[in-house]
């Protein structure tokens, strides 16, 4: 979301698995934005967002702070309703972690949309839950999907490798 190219895919592949926890947890953006109430349909209407990504800001499950950010992150502006390249399929384009604020919105009810929205997000049950063991491999559709990882005990190891696909732009 913060690259001026999004990924168009991701792959995972699982050399260390923790037993309890530390599934990847995916999302699908367009079933969200399709079954989104009208009301709130309405309010993302145009608008865009701005994504972010800064080693020193972006931390745990909350929004990155815009005043804590380097001169030197990613940031990138897409429509909070991105339309997929490929299929054309409409996504809710926003993440808890990347995305910092509504262009053209003052602070407060930028934050206060983003809320509804991830509050909204939060209220959705995972696509899918994957379990890892070590030598399991996913790609996906990072457009389509959004993915998180469940917490896991810091007693135990978690290890994969990623390889990101890149969306080829015409």
């Given at each position: 979301?913060?690259?001026?190219?999004?990924?168009?895919?991701?792959?995972?592949?699982?050399?260390?698995?923790?037993?309890?926890?530390?599934?990847?947890?995916?999302?699908?953006?367009a079933r969200a934005f399709r079954d989104m109430p009208e009301s709130l349909k309405k309010r993302i209407e145009g608008l865009s967002a701005r994504h972010?990504?800064?080693?020193?800001?972006?931390?745990?499950?909350?929004?990155?702070?815009?005043?804590?950010?380097?001169?030197?992150?990613?940031?990138?502006?897409?429509?909070?309703?991105?339309?997929?390249?490929?299929?054309?399929?409409?996504?809710?384009?926003?993440?808890?972690?990347?995305?910092?604020?509504?262009?053209?919105?003052?602070?407060?009810?930028?934050?206060?949309?983003?809320?509804?929205?991830?509050?909204?997000?939060?209220?959705?049950?995972?696509?899918?839950?994957?379990?890892?063991?070590?030598?399991?491999?996913?790609?996906?559709?990072?457009?389509?999907?959004?993915?998180?990882?469940?917490?896991?005990?810091?007693?135990?190891?978690?290890?994969?490798?990623?390889?990101?696909?890149?969306?080829k732009v015409a």
């Amino acid at each position: 979301m913060f690259l001026d190219t999004p990924l168009k895919g991701i792959s995972l592949y699982s050399i260390e698995a923790p037993e309890h926890g530390g599934e990847t947890r995916f999302l699908n953006a367009a079933r969200a934005f399709r079954d989104m109430p009208e009301s709130l349909k309405k309010r993302i209407e145009g608008l865009s967002a701005r994504h972010v990504y800064d080693y020193n800001a972006n931390r745990g499950d909350a929004r990155p702070d815009p005043s804590k950010l380097s001169d030197k992150v990613d940031t990138s502006v897409y429509p909070v309703v991105w339309v997929h390249p490929e299929s054309g399929t409409p996504l809710l384009y926003i993440s808890k972690l990347f995305t910092t604020e509504v262009i053209g919105l003052s602070r407060e009810e930028s934050d206060k949309l983003l809320d509804d929205l991830f509050a909204y997000l939060d209220s959705i049950p995972d696509e899918y839950a994957h379990k890892w063991r070590p030598g399991d491999l996913i790609i996906w559709d990072n457009l389509h999907l959004q993915h998180a990882r469940a917490d896991f005990p810091e007693t135990e190891r978690r290890a994969l490798r990623r390889v990101p696909i890149a969306l080829k732009v015409a």
